[in-house]
């Protein structure tokens, strides 16, 4: 089928640089010391003159936004744009070699004179007025193609039967160790303008972004950087990388923790991108639909109260002044508001032949997999690491073997939470008419 300009949906793309200044903070005790690649966002705005309202979807090279600094980006974007900020989500690459930009863990910090992260770059989104001002009739091209050798799983079960976690370097051991259970694809969303030239090029991709060695020092924004130049120069076009539900998988069977092995993986990620849009089927035009809902879940029950989750952090920043603060604060963060943590917001945009899923914090991978499994839409991408405050989100599985990612600290939820959010997004997803 030969798309043509039937439909009125508009998309717009803007980029801004939001690095943070040498000697800004970046983790308790540090500071920015080198800025070898600036951090960018990216914004895409989506638009029908007769629609239900505008969406637009930002991506940053940054760790986290957990719930405060989430909503302070979301609103002050949906201000200048004059629109609900339940129609702009903004997702991160999880790049562990930029700022985690939790406002609330800073604020918990700051009565002990600790600077975790400097927080003025979180006003720096401009470039959602430039997305907009830019927008044009697009035709939407979409479809997967396999990546290799760069994801494969955390966890590896060794010999004795114990879980080790293959982190984004990892030991000669545990890089000979199999892949394991990854999503082996990247999805490519084509935008396309009436000249048949991308408007942007979206890869939506499930893996950790901790391929450099640096944390808290060096900033850089990893190897989707390298993926994103390629298919720029090749497409001629902007790139958007929306990470997936990578919260178990990561870069560490194939990291060297290198610039130059940043690169090469980069390069694999191009290729399974170009490879896709080398062949991507026009998508049938639709109206643009999002729908967003909270699901409450339960969180674990052993967590502390928020009297011992201070008495804790307070400890913890007068021996530690270190990551065992920071989580300590994260953790806080939680159980000072449980009703609010337990129940994260999600999201369905729905384009007609392709729809975006959005889920909450680090999703497992199993839940992106099952998710596009189950969809009755030819074409979905998963995004994850939308509001970070939960962080992990394991598989039941990973509760009963006992993974790093399971065990607590950076872990919230109670088992089966994870399974319940991708249920609720299947349900949805399967509960509305292909073409609306």
């Given at each position: 089928?030969?798309?043509?300009?039937?439909?009125?949906?508009?998309?717009?793309?803007?980029?801004?640089?939001?690095?943070?200044?040498?000697?800004?903070?970046?983790?308790?005790?540090?500071?920015?010391?080198?800025?070898?690649?600036?951090?960018?966002?990216?914004?895409?705005?989506?638009?029908e003159?007769?629609?239900?309202?505008?969406?637009?979807?930002?991506?940053a090279?940054?760790?986290?936004?957990?719930?405060?600094?989430?909503?302070?980006?979301?609103?002050?974007?949906?201000?200048?744009?004059?629109?609900?900020?339940?129609?702009?989500?903004?997702?991160?690459?999880?790049?562990h070699t930029?700022?985690?930009?939790?406002?609330?863990?800073?604020?918990?910090?700051?009565?002990?004179?600790?600077?975790?992260?400097?927080l003025?770059?979180?006003?720096?989104?401009?470039?959602?007025?430039?997305?907009?001002?830019?927008?044009?009739?697009?035709?939407?091209?979409?479809?997967?193609?396999?990546v290799?050798?760069?994801?494969?799983?955390?966890?590896?079960?060794r010999?004795?039967?114990?879980?080790?976690?293959?982190?984004?370097?990892?030991?000669?051991e545990?890089?000979a160790?199999?892949?394991?259970?990854?999503?082996?694809?990247v999805?490519?969303?084509?935008?396309?303008?009436?000249?048949?030239?991308?408007?942007?090029?979206?890869?939506?991709?499930?893996?950790?972004?901790?391929?450099?060695?640096?944390?808290?020092?060096v900033?850089?924004?990893?190897?989707?950087?390298?993926?994103?130049?390629i298919?720029?120069r090749?497409t001629?076009?902007?790139?958007?990388?929306?990470?997936?539900?990578?919260?178990?998988?990561?870069?560490?069977?194939?990291?060297?923790?290198s610039?130059?092995?940043?690169?090469?993986?980069?390069?694999?990620l191009?290729?399974?991108?170009?490879?896709a849009?080398?062949?991507?089927p026009?998508?049938?035009?639709?109206?643009?639909?999002?729908?967003?809902?909270?699901?409450?879940?339960?969180?674990?029950p052993?967590?502390?109260s928020?009297?011992?989750?201070?008495?804790?952090?307070?400890?913890?920043?007068?021996?530690?002044?270190?990551t065992?603060?920071?989580?300590?604060?994260?953790?806080?963060?939680?159980?000072?508001?449980?009703?609010?943590?337990?129940?994260?917001?999600?999201?369905?945009?729905r384009?007609?032949?392709?729809?975006?899923?959005?889920?909450?914090?680090?999703?497992?991978?199993?839940?992106?997999?099952?998710?596009?499994a189950?969809?009755?839409?030819?074409?979905?991408?998963?995004?994850?690491?939308?509001?970070?405050?939960?962080?992990?989100?394991?598989?039941?599985k990973?509760?009963?073997?006992?993974?790093?990612?399971?065990?607590?600290?950076?872990?919230?939820?109670?088992?089966?939470a994870?399974e319940?959010?991708?249920?609720?997004?299947?349900r949805?997803?399967?509960?509305?008419?292909?073409?609306?």
């Open positions: 089928m030969d798309q043509k300009f039937s439909s009125p949906l508009l998309a717009g793309y803007a980029c801004a640089d939001i690095t943070p200044a040498i000697g800004d903070a970046w983790g308790i005790g540090k500071q920015v010391r080198e800025i070898a690649v600036p951090l960018t966002a990216r914004v895409v705005y989506l638009e003159p007769d629609g239900e309202g505008p969406v637009l979807l930002a991506m090279d940054h760790t986290g936004f957990t719930r405060q600094s989430d909503r302070r980006m979301r609103n002050a974007i949906a201000q200048a744009l004059d629109l609900s900020p339940l129609r702009v989500r903004i997702n991160v690459t999880h790049n930029a700022p985690d930009a939790d406002q609330t863990v800073q604020e918990l910090l700051a009565p002990f004179d600790l600077h975790h992260v400097s003025p770059w979180l006003d720096r989104m401009e470039a959602a007025l430039r997305a907009r001002a830019s927008r044009r009739p697009v035709t939407v091209h979409a479809g997967l193609a396999p290799e050798r760069l994801s494969s799983n955390r966890s590896v079960r010999p004795d039967g114990t879980i080790a976690t293959r982190f984004g370097v990892a030991s000669p545990l890089q160790a199999p892949e394991g259970l990854i999503d082996p694809d999805g490519v969303l084509s935008l396309r303008g009436e000249d048949g030239r991308p408007v942007v090029t979206l890869l939506n991709y499930a893996c950790h972004v901790t391929s450099l060695k640096g944390r808290g020092e900033i850089h924004p990893d190897f989707p950087h390298y993926a994103l130049e298919v720029e090749e001629g076009g902007p790139g958007f990388f929306l990470q997936g539900a990578a919260g178990n998988v990561g870069p560490g069977k194939y990291a060297d923790g610039v130059e092995g940043a690169q090469v993986l980069g390069a694999r191009a290729e399974g991108a170009l490879a849009l080398g062949r991507l026009p998508c049938a035009p639709a109206p643009l639909r999002l729908e967003s809902w909270e699901e409450t879940v339960s969180l674990d052993e967590l502390p928020s009297d011992e989750a201070r008495a804790q952090l307070a400890e913890a920043a007068r021996s530690d002044r270190g065992e603060t920071w989580r300590r604060a994260a953790m806080l963060q939680v159980v000072a508001d449980p009703e609010a943590a337990r129940r994260p917001e999600l999201f369905l945009l384009g007609g032949d392709w729809c975006l899923a959005g889920l909450p914090a680090e999703s497992f991978a199993e839940f992106g997999l099952s998710i596009r189950a969809s009755p839409t030819p074409f979905t991408l998963v995004g994850a690491y939308y509001d970070c405050t939960l962080w992990y989100i394991p598989t039941y990973s509760f009963r073997d006992g993974g790093y990612e399971s065990r607590g600290g950076w872990r919230y939820v109670a088992p089966g994870g319940q959010i991708t249920a609720s997004v299947i949805r997803l399967c509960a509305a008419p292909l073409h609306p």
